[in-house]
């Protein structure tokens, strides 16, 4: 059996058993760039344009069936999603008519748009069910096994079917869960063997009726009797398989607080697990930062769901030299504060923060900015801090137009051109070395440099964002003295201040 008649066959018998058991289904075709790869030297989109043309005409046509495709339109963008085709009858020729008109070229993001399919079938209102077809794993960074669960406690009567296509056993497996979460089924279209094997163990009987609650029945051994999420905003999308959540469960005291010390812990926005029937208090932390406590019960037979809406927002700050920077100064450090909590981040700063207003400090050497941002729950808020320093390549010489001072024992400093009242100068940064480098802030300053007993600095001004040579002549030399039998050398002025005295410039013991 070809790949492609096998291929056609399942899907066949997928959309016929759909319609017996659904009114309305969207099926979610993925259109991204590895749509190229090939099977049995025919690339997949090609097969999947022939399958569809062969199969749609046999679905019934009091179906309302829809089409949602992604990656057809944008190479880099997760966000390239659309729901091409809503769900009405007698769709079969549009459907068909657009898939042979694709041109695969992006991103994966399957774990969206399911969900968005999911919307477009009011599947808190009315039954739905999704059938997603794709060639390849979420590239998005979203996670298809914490939608199946969401998708499934807030659905009337929501079923997802996956079929991979040219998936691995392993691959397939991290994506079946959204059809096994969601009382669907997973079909595994590798090769012709395989695909016969699967048709014959699932898809020739038709899907089973997600049965409902019977009284007096016999307790249910459940898988597991506990499934947590969360979200950033109240009914927003679930935070996935993000390990930004910690999760840690404690028994509950009688006074509703936590007894003792936790009994699991977990870094993942959902998981599932199972614990003894009783009271819980699960504590909940976003980013570290932000705490949520979440009391729960658990009952034979029956599965707890805690919750947590963290109430909070997802900032990304870019600290940049100037606001025409192309990305973030990798030296610059943010401080960010909200409440009593505080951090620093090098470079660009990803992180949430709850709901209301976060401070911003921003430093780049001696430069500083301050900034604060308001973030709403559930929102995303992509700021630059600008931060105006440039940078300056300290040098020196011994004489303008000489040799280029080769030592690590210079001593360079930047320093405010005005004297304070006790005749210092404020300084803004230091190093020690030949070919070291400052930030500097932007205006007028003055770098000094020191090398022995010699003391020397040159005026400079900078931009923000600029970057220049500053050269200090030393006006200077180097001496060296040999003083066989000495027990320490000692150089003077030659000249003579009004007393008398002749002022030391350098000494040291030793014969050299």
């Given at each position: 059996?070809?790949?492609?008649?096998?291929?056609a066959l399942?899907?066949?018998?997928?959309?016929?058993?759909l319609?017996?058991a659904?009114d309305?289904?969207?099926?979610?075709?993925?259109a991204?760039?590895?749509?190229w790869g090939?099977i049995?030297?025919?690339?997949?989109?090609e097969i999947?344009?022939?399958?569809?043309a062969?199969?749609?005409?046999?679905v019934?046509?009091?179906?309302?069936?829809?089409?949602?495709?992604?990656g057809?339109r944008?190479?880099?963008s997760c966000?390239d999603?659309?729901?091409?085709?809503?769900?009405a009858?007698?769709?079969?020729?549009?459907?068909?008519?657009?898939?042979?008109?694709?041109?695969?070229k992006?991103?994966?993001?399957?774990t969206?748009?399911?969900?968005?399919a999911?919307?477009?079938l009011?599947?808190?209102?009315e039954?739905?069910t999704?059938?997603?077809v794709?060639?390849?794993?979420?590239?998005c960074?979203?996670?298809p096994?914490a939608?199946?669960a969401?998708?499934?406690?807030?659905?009337?009567?929501?079923?997802a079917?996956?079929?991979?296509?040219?998936?691995?056993?392993?691959?397939g497996?991290?994506?079946s869960?959204?059809?096994e979460g969601?009382?669907?089924q997973?079909f595994?279209?590798?090769?012709?063997?395989?695909?016969?094997a699967?048709?014959?163990?699932t898809v020739?009987a038709p899907?089973?009726?997600k049965?409902?609650?019977?009284?007096?029945?016999?307790?249910?051994?459940?898988e597991?009797?506990?499934?947590?999420d969360?979200?950033?905003?109240?009914?927003?999308p679930?935070?996935?398989e993000s390990?930004e959540?910690q999760?840690?469960?404690?028994?509950a005291?009688?006074n509703?607080?936590p007894?003792?010390?936790y009994?699991?812990?977990?870094y993942?926005?959902?998981y599932?697990?199972?614990?003894?029937?009783?009271?819980?208090?699960?504590l909940?932390?976003l980013?570290?930062s932000?705490e949520r406590k979440?009391p729960f019960?658990?009952?034979?037979?029956?599965?707890?769901?805690p919750?947590?809406n963290?109430?909070?927002?997802y900032?990304?700050?870019s600290?940049k030299?100037t606001p025409?920077?192309a990305g973030?100064?990798?030296?610059?450090?943010?401080?960010?504060?909200?409440?009593?909590?505080s951090?620093?981040?090098?470079?660009?700063?990803?992180?949430?923060?709850p709901?209301?207003?976060?401070?911003?400090?921003?430093?780049i050497?001696?430069?500083?900015?301050?900034?604060?941002?308001?973030?709403?729950a559930?929102e995303?808020v992509e700021?630059d801090?600008v931060?105006g320093?440039?940078?300056?390549?300290?040098?020196?010489v011994?004489?303008?137009?000489?040799?280029a001072v080769?030592?690590?024992?210079?001593f360079?400093e930047?320093?405010a051109p005005?004297?304070d009242?006790?005749?210092?100068?404020k300084t803004?940064?230091?190093t020690?070395g030949?070919?070291?480098?400052?930030d500097s802030?932007?205006g007028d300053f003055?770098l000094?440099?020191?090398?022995?007993?010699v003391?020397?600095?040159?005026?400079?001004?900078i931009k923000?964002?600029e970057?220049k040579?500053?050269?200090?002549?030393?006006?200077?030399?180097v001496?060296?003295?040999n003083a066989?039998?000495a027990?320490?050398?000692?150089?003077?002025?030659?000249?003579?201040?009004?007393q008398?005295?002749?002022?030391?410039?350098?000494?040291?013991y030793g014969?050299e």
């Amino acid at each position: 059996m070809r790949f492609s008649s096998a291929f056609a066959l399942l899907l066949s018998l997928v959309f016929s058993s759909l319609a017996q058991a659904a009114d309305s289904t969207v099926v979610v075709l993925d259109a991204s760039g590895s749509m190229w790869g090939q099977i049995d030297g025919r690339s997949k989109i090609e097969i999947a344009r022939e399958t569809i043309a062969k199969v749609l005409p046999s679905v019934s046509k009091e179906t309302e069936l829809g089409l949602m495709v992604y990656g057809h339109r944008d190479k880099g963008s997760c966000s390239d999603i659309e729901l091409v085709v809503p769900p009405a009858k007698g769709t079969q020729a549009e459907i068909v008519d657009f898939v042979n008109g694709i041109t695969p070229k992006g991103k994966t993001p399957l774990t969206q748009a399911v969900r968005e399919a999911a919307d477009a079938l009011k599947y808190t209102e009315e039954k739905a069910t999704v059938v997603l077809v794709t060639d390849g794993l979420e590239t998005c960074e979203a996670g298809p096994c914490a939608l199946a669960a969401e998708l499934e406690s807030k659905g009337v009567d929501f079923t997802a079917h996956v079929v991979g296509f040219g998936l691995t056993e392993e691959e397939g497996r991290k994506v079946s869960c959204l059809a096994e979460g969601t009382g669907g089924q997973y079909f595994q279209a590798s090769d012709a063997g395989q695909l016969v094997a699967a048709l014959a163990a699932t898809v020739v009987a038709p899907p089973m009726i997600k049965a409902k609650p019977v009284e007096q029945a016999e307790p249910v051994k459940l898988e597991y009797n506990v499934m947590t999420d969360s979200t950033l905003s109240e009914g927003g999308p679930s935070l996935g398989e993000s390990s930004e959540i910690q999760w840690r469960i404690y028994k509950a005291a009688a006074n509703g607080e936590p007894d003792g010390d936790y009994i699991d812990l977990q870094y993942k926005a959902s998981y599932q697990a199972t614990y003894p029937a009783g009271k819980y208090i699960a504590l909940a932390t976003l980013n570290g930062s932000i705490e949520r406590k979440v009391p729960f019960e658990i009952s034979d037979g029956e599965t707890a769901k805690p919750y947590v809406n963290f109430d909070a927002g997802y900032l990304i700050i870019s600290p940049k030299r100037t606001p025409q920077d192309a990305g973030p100064d990798e030296a610059a450090a943010v401080l960010i504060g909200f409440g009593d909590h505080s951090a620093t981040y090098y470079g660009k700063a990803k992180f949430y923060a709850p709901a209301g207003k976060v401070s911003l400090k921003g430093t780049i050497g001696a430069t500083t900015a301050q900034d604060s941002v308001t973030v709403k729950a559930g929102e995303t808020v992509e700021r630059d801090l600008v931060i105006g320093s440039g940078v300056i390549d300290n040098k020196a010489v011994y004489a303008e137009g000489g040799l280029a001072v080769e030592s690590s024992e210079i001593f360079f400093e930047i320093a405010a051109p005005q004297k304070d009242i006790n005749g210092d100068r404020k300084t803004f940064g230091s190093t020690y070395g030949t070919g070291t480098k400052l930030d500097s802030p932007a205006g007028d300053f003055i770098l000094t440099a020191r090398l022995g007993s010699v003391r020397a600095e040159v005026p400079y001004s900078i931009k923000a964002g600029e970057r220049k040579d500053v050269v200090v002549n030393l006006n200077a030399g180097v001496l060296a003295i040999n003083a066989p039998g000495a027990y320490g050398i000692e150089i003077i002025e030659a000249r003579k201040d009004i007393q008398g005295n002749q002022k030391t410039v350098s000494q040291g013991y030793g014969v050299e």
